[in-house]
Every structure is written in C-alpha cells, then in structure tokens.
C-alpha cells in the first residue's frame, strides 16, 4: 500500500494560480501512473491530470492550457501547477496513484476559487 500525503490547497481568486504537490511512501513500484482528480460538492470525481514514471500526461479537456502536472520521480513527489483558475475549479483535489490496475488515493486538497 501507497500513502499520498497532499498539500498546496487554499483560497484563491479567479485568474489566480496554485501549486499542488503530492508525495507518495510505502511501497512504490518504479513504474507508475501518478496523477489528479478532483471532485466538486454535489458531482462525481472526475480526472485532472495523470502522468507516467516515464513522463506521459494526459489532461482533461476542462484543464488544457492552464494546468500543467509534472513529477519527481527520486522524490515520489507529483505536482499540479494550476494557472488562469475559474470559479468552476473549486473542488477537493485528490491525488491518485495506480499500479497494475490498482488505485491508492490521498485524503485530498481543497481549492477554492472565488469570482
């Protein structure tokens, strides 16, 4: 088992940025799919970001061109820097990490966009 541990989170106005960051201990496979998802109050969680062990990132259409997810793979450590935010990318944003078809999540971030 994986625990993710994340951090970056808060208030923030629209248009603003934020940096979240997610570090992962325990056992951890060398090759991973480390990513984001997020979930708003009253709708299902749904995918940000994801990236490979080897550098592969896919984005949901909403984020495109304004969130840029990345890692750190010596430090287990994924980050989602999110730019130009909107009112609609308040949610709890929690971090994902899928081996082999398996899933641990962290207990998630808020973000709170105000207009």
């Known amino acids: 088992q994986v625990q993710l541990v994340e951090s970056g989170g808060g208030l923030v106005q629209a248009g603003g940025s934020l940096r979240l960051s997610c570090t992962g201990s325990g056992s951890i496979f060398s090759i991973n799919t480390m990513g984001w998802y997020r979930q708003a109050p009253g709708k299902q969680r749904e995918l940000v970001a994801t990236i490979t062990s080897g550098g592969s990132k896919n984005y949901a259409d909403s984020v495109k061109g304004r969130f840029t997810i990345s890692r750190d793979n010596a430090k287990n450590t994924v980050y989602l820097q999110m730019n130009s935010l909107k009112p609609e990318d308040t949610a709890v944003y929690y971090c994902?990490?899928?081996?082999?078809?398996?899933?641990?999540w962290g207990k998630g971030t808020l973000v709170t966009v105000s207009s």
């Open positions: 994902n990490y899928r081996v082999l078809g398996m899933d641990d």
